[in-house]
């Protein structure tokens, strides 16, 4: 019952957080296809489809404590928000320092206030200082799972992260961890 319930949180995320807010004003009419569209820097904002199974993958529940890795344009940190609600929190961190500024102006063009994105600090992966996380979110293909962001999981944790091109589930318990792998997938690099 738990992943219907997900799922349908899920798409009440994908129709409250329009796509078309998250994109060039040149690529707003092209926000309904199924497919990634360029942002500028390399990076793109990904496919819906794939951001709906990463979503549903995340198992995000309301009040918990969100890390949003290679934010883009900010679309995904907002959805997220939506999926946490105000007693939640999501921090997304992005690597182009342009598209940093940018995604925060479009997340501050909305009402989800507890969410905010900044550009990554001295080349840190992730966000160790204001960790753990229940949940970390990473849209960009890492060559090996990143112990680093591991290690900001908080105890029960997950984390959806494209690994050598297959999307990968991390669940953390008691200082393990354990992974599974859901298809084939791809991503700009994380690094």
Same mark, same amino acid.
């Given at each position: 019952?738990?992943? /219907?319930?997900?799922?349908?949180?899920? /798409?009440? =995320?994908?129709?409250?957080? $329009? /796509?078309?807010?998250?994109?060039? +004003?040149? +690529?707003?009419? +092209?926000?309904?296809? @199924? &497919?990634?569209?360029?942002?500028?820097?390399?990076?793109? !904002?990904?496919?819906?489809?794939?951001? *709906?199974?990463?979503?549903?993958?995340? @198992?995000?529940?309301?009040?918990?404590?969100?890390? @949003?890795?290679?934010?883009?344009?900010?679309?995904?940190? +907002?959805?997220?928000?939506?999926?946490?609600?105000? @007693? #939640?929190?999501?921090? #997304?961190?992005? %690597?182009?320092?342009? %598209? &940093?500024?940018? #995604?925060?102006? !479009?997340? &501050? &063009?909305?009402? %989800?206030?507890?969410?905010?994105?900044?550009?990554?600090?001295?080349?840190?992966? #992730?966000?160790?200082?204001?960790? $753990?996380?229940?949940?970390?979110?990473?849209? =960009?293909?890492?060559?090996?799972?990143?112990?680093?962001?591991? *290690?900001?999981?908080?105890?029960?944790?997950?984390?959806?992260?494209?690994? !050598?091109? /297959?999307?990968?589930?991390? *669940?953390?318990?008691?200082?393990? =961890?354990?992974?599974?792998?859901?298809? =084939?997938?791809?991503?700009?690099?994380?690094?």
């Amino acid at each position: 019952m738990g992943v /219907r319930l997900t799922r349908d949180a899920v /798409r009440r =995320a994908l129709d409250a957080v $329009p /796509r078309e807010g998250f994109l060039p +004003a040149s +690529a707003r009419t +092209a926000a309904g296809r @199924d &497919a990634p569209i360029p942002i500028g820097h390399g990076q793109t !904002n990904s496919q819906p489809r794939t951001v *709906e199974t990463m979503l549903r993958l995340l @198992d995000v529940q309301p009040g918990q404590r969100v890390l @949003d890795v290679g934010s883009g344009s900010g679309w995904t940190t +907002a959805l997220l928000a939506h999926l946490t609600g105000p @007693d #939640g929190w999501v921090r #997304g961190v992005e %690597l182009v320092p342009e %598209l &940093a500024q940018w #995604g925060a102006e !479009n997340l &501050a &063009a909305t009402s %989800l206030t507890w969410a905010s994105i900044s550009p990554v600090v001295d080349d840190v992966l #992730g966000d160790p200082e204001h960790g $753990p996380y229940d949940r970390i979110l990473v849209s =960009a293909n890492a060559r090996s799972l990143p112990d680093e962001l591991v *290690e900001q999981l908080a105890d029960g944790g997950r984390m959806v992260i494209p690994v !050598n091109s /297959r999307m990968v589930v991390v *669940e953390r318990r008691g200082g393990e =961890a354990r992974t599974s792998e859901h298809g =084939a997938y791809r991503f700009v690099p994380l690094r």
